[in-house]
């Protein structure tokens, strides 16, 4: 979507994709002086700008690669910072030489960020993190960074007023994702009745009546009285909850050099303590310890380095310290250097005694049999199973990736054909042997989306699971889903789940289901061929889930109703002017039947038809030829002497050519020197006017040729002429005779 300031971060994203590195460039200069900002908080000045740009490249592959962010460009990018951050300290610990390996015989340690670690743990945290992600941006920016709706719009692609609207839809799912957290582990009703309702409470949205119970409640219970003060931290408090979660401690640093102020901890326990008591209710002023707590993960993260805002020399040792091992190894505890130079060895016995017993005593004393030593245990082979949140992600192929919103698929990045293919790429441990497994379950609207099996990868379509060939290295897989035509979300909704040993991970979108235009959905074939009737056939593709099929049918005035009372599959009503498929699924062929129009003009020959299939419509008409003309239709024949049957009058038969069994109508007008005489031929009726020479005469059941009658005074030109033009159906033709002929015979 694009804004008078240029392109959303979305849509850049999205070219970045496509291989358009301009697109980064701008990018970059969007949120370079964010990701320098943050550098500062965790290396020297100096040190900063290098910090940034290797941020920035890890992104770009990311980006490359079909994963990174969607939307949230600016909290994805900061995160970056900081892991590479961590790395740099990673491979920067010195090795350190021991004689002793045992002590290192064990998984390295990671690098553990406390107040990280605490926050991730947290509600809150859990909360956003399930948000969609345009709406964890939003909350980034408006929330977190303090900007203007009118700052972020371009970012965002939207105008600020529809910045500011987005931003309350994503406080509301926030505070109503928080309180689903904490629902499952509600033990009683009246708990439960509680904390559905203190998302209202902290808006004043609630009736004096339930206040009063939601506040008695809340004096009595501890545990809820601790979820509404964490709730109002999450309704008043967003950047110092959220920052720290994904920036370390190096978030509150952040936020206080882009607001130009310094962040103390007494200023920021004040701040979420006012806040949390700015409801003036009983409640909230007893339980203010809870608050001490939804804030000690900071300030301890922060006190152990003594400073408010950590510099880079905390998270980065000293090149001159050695790394020490393990205080407490598997087996056998270290052995200390010693601060002076050891005394030469002796060659009879060592100098101290060993921690365990040797295999052999020295050669002065050795026993006749060897002392066997203990062996030592093997450690068993974890099985608790391990959340690991890169081990399974789901992207969009970068050709077809043209944006979206986090947890849902977007719908411009619908295939041509109808559907969307999505990317499932597992990332096993490495030397991985166990099995690699891959559950796939879906909501009603949606169908299995694999045809056969993958490369790498043997599926199960019943079970609805795949296992990978290669456990090791697993082969990405593309799987496609059938654009929903309706259903709710969590019928729209496909969920994986990947195990891999002891290590899962689930991963969830949501297609998008927006009413749509499908020029597939509706097709009018031609019927049978009919000179006289315009036979169509209206035809509806089938589709899951639909509650309903509808055409509606309009027409101009030379038209009329074109089908039966009860067609097979379909109810009509021309009051209405509707028909509803009685099988939505696979609606029947419905047979339409249109009289020629006998005249007027384009509009008043054409048809509409606009078919609606759940949120799936499309629209199709066509104009209808009139009557043509038919030379060889009409022939105004003279009887002969012997078959005549009226030798005193004039006798002219009009004959229908190729009609049996239809329609025709004949328009009669003559010259003032002929009198038409009453037409005596059964089951044609004519009608007439006396003071005008013109008459009708018709026949729904046409068998043979129409006998007129005429008397008539002598003359010549168009006062002995008789005209007559015959229609039947769709065809006409006109043609006329001198009464008496030109040469005087009957």
Known sequence: METPEGPSDGELIARVRNGDLEAYGELFGRHHHAAERMARQLVPAGDADDLASDAFAKVLDALR????????????????????????????????????????????????????TGFESGAAAKAFASLPERWQAVLWHTEVEGEKPAAIAPLLGLTANGVSALAYRAREGLRQAYLQQHLADVAGDRCRWTTERLGAYVRGGLTKRENRNVREHLDDCA?????????????????????????????????????????????????????????????????????????????????????????????????????????????????????????????????????????????????????????????????????????????????????????????????????????????????????????????????????????????????????????????????????????????????VSAKAGRFYDDDSRTLEAPPRTDENLLKILNGPRDADVHHRVLTVMPGLDRPSVTLKISYGSSLQWPFAKNPLGWKCSPTTKTCTSLTPLKPVPLPAVFNVPEGGSVADRTYTVSATAGLVSDVDSETLPGVRNDEGLLQILTPSPHEDPNPFVYNRFLKVNGVTDRRVTLDISWGRNLSFLNALDRGWTCSRSTDVRRATCWTDNYRKAFNSEWSAWPGTGAANTVTVHARVGGRQDTDSVQIPPAGGSR
């Open 65 to 116: 690669a079909g994963g990174g962010p969607d939307i949230s460009f600016r909290a994805y990018l900061l995160t970056t910072v900081r892991r590479v951050h961590v790395d740099r300290i990673r491979s920067g610990k010195k090795v350190q030489t021991t004689d002793d390996i045992a002590a290192y015989e064990r998984e390295p340690e990671t690098f553990d960020d406390p107040t990280v």
């Open 223 to 495: 545990k809820c009285t601790a979820v509404y003060l964490e709730l109002v931290e999450v309704n008043s408090a967003l950047p110092a909850l959220l920052a720290p979660a994904l920036l370390g401690t190096a978030g509150l640093g952040y936020l206080a050099a882009a607001s130009g102020t310094k962040v103390g901890l007494a200023g920021l326990f004040v701040t979420v303590w006012r806040k949390a008591t700015e409801n003036s209710t009983r409640t909230a002023v007893g339980a203010g310890a809870v608050v001490v707590v939804a804030v000690a993960a900071v300030i301890a993260a922060m006190a152990l380095t003594g400073n408010e805002t950590p510099p880079a020399a905390i998270d980065k040792p000293s090149v001159s310290q050695p790394t020490q091992p393990p205080a407490k190894p598997p087996t056998v505890p270290p052995v200390k250097p010693p601060t002076q130079p050891p005394p030469p060895k002796p060659t009879t016995a060592p100098t101290t005694a060993p921690t365990t017993a040797p295999t052999t005593a020295p050669t002065t004393t050795q026993p006749t049999t060897p002392i066997p030593t203990k062996p030592t245990p093997t450690p068993p082979v974890p099985t608790t199973p391990v959340l690991d949140e890169g081990l399974l992600t789901i992207s969009i192929p970068p050709a077809k990736r043209i944006g979206g919103n986090g947890g849902s698929a977007p719908a411009a990045a619908a295939d041509a054909a109808g559907g969307m293919s999505f990317v499932i790429t597992i990332k096993s441990p490495s030397g991985n042997k166990e099995p690699v497994v891959v559950g796939l379950k879906f909501g009603k609207s949606l169908q299995w989306p694999l045809s056969g099996n993958p490369r790498g990868w043997t599926c199960d379509k019943a079970a609805g699971t795949c296992t990978a060939t290669n456990p090791a290295k697993p082969e990405p897989m593309t799987v496609s889903f059938t654009n929903p035509t309706g259903g709710t979300a969590p019928d729209r909704t496909f969920t």
